[in-house]
């Protein structure tokens, strides 16, 4: 049974920083993208990065390219996503995410998720 579990998020100032941590098991995720998606009340869910498992090539969103980076530990099977620089923007609740194949941006595609962390950025 495939898990994947977020952790890390929080309360922050405007101009900080949080890393959250997506841990996956239950499965080897070696030909599988994960992304990092987020959902804003009345928004819809949008993918802001992913990553391929092998490999490691990478996909942001406009909106937070320069400011987040994402990243696996193959050793620990689990997904980073380092966001600095946040803004009240950025305010959601993030949801780690893996599908079988090539990154796509419909959260639709994608066939695992966590149950959500929530990213809060004060002004």
């Known amino acids: 049974q495939v898990q994947l579990v977020e952790s890390g998020g929080g309360l922050v100032q405007a101009g900080g920083s949080l890393r959250l941590s997506c841990a996956a098991s239950?499965?080897?995720?070696?030909?599988?993208?994960m992304g990092w998606f987020r959902q804003a009340p009345g928004k819809e869910r949008e993918l802001v990065a992913a990553?391929?498992?092998?490999?490691?090539?990478?996909y942001y969103a406009d909106s937070v390219k320069g400011r987040f980076t994402i990243s696996r530990d193959n050793a620990k099977n689990t997904v980073y996503l380092q966001m600095n620089s946040l803004k009240p923007e950025d305010t959601a609740v993030y949801y780690c995410?893996?599908?079988?194949?090539?990154?796509?941006?419909?959260?639709?595609?994608?066939?695992?998720w966590g149950q959500g962390t929530q990213v809060t950025v004060s002004s």
């Open positions: 990553i391929m498992w092998t490999g490691g090539s990478t």
């Open positions: 239950g499965r080897t995720f070696t030909s599988y993208a």
């Open positions: 995410a893996a599908r079988r194949g090539i990154v796509v941006r419909a959260s639709t595609g994608y066939d695992y």
